[in-house]
């Protein structure tokens, strides 16, 4: 069964219907100049705003779409898999049964994945994939992931500004847009507390997220990212038989355009378009940027090229996946 075909998508997004330009947020005005210079230059030009609506709310949709585009009910889904936030509308309750209820998958196994940041859907798709390779009872898997910010500032310095939105896709055994071929994923502890919101205590419009140190965020864990990939990197196209220059698209999470470069620096390759054109149009949206950019990167790929996605949190963790075009 390990080698068992999975294959991924189509993701079906769904963004609230108000926007805003980056450039007239007004929490902008109440930066220091530096800080406002940099939200300015992140290459983010608008961002969705959910207001009233929850995680939940915007998963619901976005799942109910994945379904209807693939033709089945929810009833047909043998597991569900919520990407869950970081911030849940309850403590003690259960985001991911919400979003059962929500959309009628009342025979699924349901299971919320978390606490990797940006790197929580990449855990969601390796789960997914062993759950369809493991036994022949889950041929449906639906997994769903959301973003809504969780203080009333959407810029999180110094690295990005966060937008709202939601995705989805089934992991089945045929059809598909992508195959999932293989992925690794790796994490330290040594980074868990790095970007943290302290709550306690705290009415959630006084929440803040704080860096502890950004000079640790900007030069230790850069070079600790960097070095994890070129480890895991070849590692993963090593086992799986494929070279480096056979690989089509490669996809990362959208954080900004500085850091889009400076990755291409450091692995001398470069990351695909659509990431660039995905973060101007929704800014970060945290684990459903990945779903977002594998979507983009469908349109212009044939049949048959390999998509390398490299995904990382400052959790901190890092994944990279190798994905194979239907």
């Not at 809504?148 to 939601?166: F, H, I, Q, S, V």
């Not at 994923?185 to 959630?204: C, E, H, M, N, V």
Request: proline share 4%.
């Amino acid at each position: 069964m390990m080698n068992a075909p999975v294959r991924l998508g189509p993701v079906a997004t769904r963004f609230p219907a108000t926007s805003a330009r980056v450039a007239t947020l007004a929490e902008l005005d109440e930066l220091p100049a530096h800080r406002r210079e940099h939200a300015l230059a992140l290459g983010i030009e608008t961002v969705h705003t959910a207001g009233e609506l929850s995680e939940v709310d915007l998963a619901g949709a976005a799942a109910t779409a994945a379904l209807t585009e693939a033709g089945l009910d929810a009833a047909d889904v043998d597991a569900l898999l919520l990407v869950t936030g970081r911030a849940p509308q309850y403590l003690l309750a259960s985001e991911t049964t919400r979003l059962q209820h929500r959309i009628g998958a009342t025979r699924a196994f349901t299971a919320g994945v978390g606490d990797l940041g940006c790197v929580s859907v990449s855990a969601a798709l390796t789960l997914a994939a062993a759950l369809l390779r493991a036994d022949a009872g889950y041929r449906t898997i639906l997994v769903v992931a959301a973003a809504k910010t969780p203080t009333r500032n959407r810029y999180r310095p110094p690295m990005t500004l966060l937008g709202d939105g939601a995705a989805a896709l089934l992991v089945t055994a045929s059809g598909g847009r992508w195959e999932f071929v293989d992925q690794i994923l790796r994490s330290d502890g040594k980074y868990a507390d790095l970007f943290r919101i302290d709550y306690r205590d705290t009415p959630s419009a006084a929440w803040t997220e704080e860096c502890a140190d950004e000079s640790t965020y900007s030069f230790r864990l850069a070079v600790e990212s960097k070095k994890r990939f070129d480890v895991i990197i070849p590692e993963l196209l090593e086992r799986n038989g494929v070279r480096l220059g056979s690989v089509g698209p490669i996809l990362m999470q959208n954080l900004s355009g500085g850091a889009f470069a400076f990755w291409e620096e450091a692995l001398d390759a470069t990351i695909d378009a659509a990431c660039r054109s995905n973060l101007a149009a929704y800014g970060h949206l945290g684990s459903v940027d990945m779903l977002v950019n594998l979507e983009a990167a469908a349109a212009t790929r044939a049949s048959g090229e390999y998509a390398l996605l490299l995904n990382s949190s400052p959790v901190a963790a890092w994944s990279a996946g190798l994905m194979r075009r239907v």
